[in-house]
């Protein structure tokens, strides 16, 4: 559902924002966040996936994409989940990549995988729905496991072990380059409102000090989820639940799910796979 080569037409402008993510990393979040420090209201003028467009999404023609962020007259928040060494990546524009306790995000993206409605995908796609997504899912633990010995490519399964550590670790290996921050879920989950004030700064947004507790508390777990129907990235029918789609919006548990001698084995892998700073930002508490 995704086709990279859109960023090569794509006419950017100088203070777009792009938020480069893996699935389930925190790109609503991050995209939520976004909003509200361009527009500095929660009221919000439309809901989040046309204020904040997927760019590589082939399910919305590129023709329409394209003309969607063309019309838009505020500061573009613009959504991708290709890596930075799949896209352009224009001088003067600010990318943002957040990155989640992997387990975590594998976990998330299970249960995100159970509240898509493969039939509906398959109708706007024009592919039958893969033998794989069909029929009675792993329970949640052997799904994991399986994520952590993966060895599929990352450019055929980018959500899939291989894939979410050559996103985060092109990410690690440019974070010095000044149109790049990284922003990691457990900052944002610990302290959204620093981690806001960060962020604002870093793209050169200011944000009058009345109005930080109002979009604090928007950019929330239990507000985002009480707004589901305009925040979930679903402007064309694919979960069964939009509600669902914010399922906790915590850190930790995934860990739980493993037996010790899979929790070591995955931490080797991540030794072999990531430097050893990366390897410990990640899985920092």
Known sequence: MEDSHRWLDFPMRDDDIVINTR???GTTWMQMICALLVFQTPDLPAPLPELS???DWTIEPEEAVFAKLEAQEHRRFIKTHTPLDGIPVH???RYIVVARHPLDAAVSLYHQGSN???????ELTGE???????GKRP????WLARWTLSDDDPRESPDMFPGVMAHLSDAWARRAEPNLLLVHYADLSSDLDREMRRIADWLGIEV???RWPELVKAAGFADMKAKAETVAPDPLGLMRSRDAFFRRGGSGAAAEL???EELAAYAARVEAAVPSDLADWLHRP
Not at 116 to 122: D, S, T
Not at 139 to 142: L, V
């Open 128 to 134: 039958p729905v893969p033998a794989s997504k069909s």
């Open 53 to 55: 467009p997927w760019l």
């Open 258 to 260: 493993l037996t010790a």
């Open 116 to 122: 898509l409605i493969r039939e509906r995908i398959a």
């Open 91 to 93: 001088p003067s524009a």
């Open 23 to 25: 699935s389930k990393h």
């Open 208 to 210: 009058p000090e009345a």
């Open 139 to 142: 329970a949640p633990r052997d």
